[in-house]
């Protein structure tokens, strides 16, 4: 993955320091093992419902700052549960040139991506 600057974001929604510790734990070794550069981590406790959470606003601001390439989480609802608001923070992120990776080995898609990938594969035209 050619050592992105990337920063690592860990989120549960209880009190669980153990699960945190193991999150943040996990993702360093996915990061070490893909080559990547981490610049930054991110943990917190925090409903995955509020989008007003003060670590996801710290990765923002990374974000903002140019800071990052990449944004690295355990699987996607970590980032967040809503799907529209998720959806919204994954385009603004693209918009800015950050990938988001699940170590999880999911690949996160905005709903515009899933939506040209059904027209593609069943041959309608998005022009």
Known sequence: MDNKRTWIYCRTAR???HALMMQQRALEEYAQKNDLCVVGTTIEQASGFNYCRRGLSEVF?????????SLLVLKLSCLGRDTVKTDACLHWLEERLVEVICADGT???TT???????MSASGVSPH
Do not use: F, R, W, Y
């Open 61 to 69: 601001v990374a974000v903002e700052a140019g800071k990052i390439d």
């Open 112 to 118: 515009t991506d899933i939506l040209l990938n059904l």
């Open 15 to 17: 009190p669980d320091a």
């Open 107 to 109: 690949v996160p898609q």
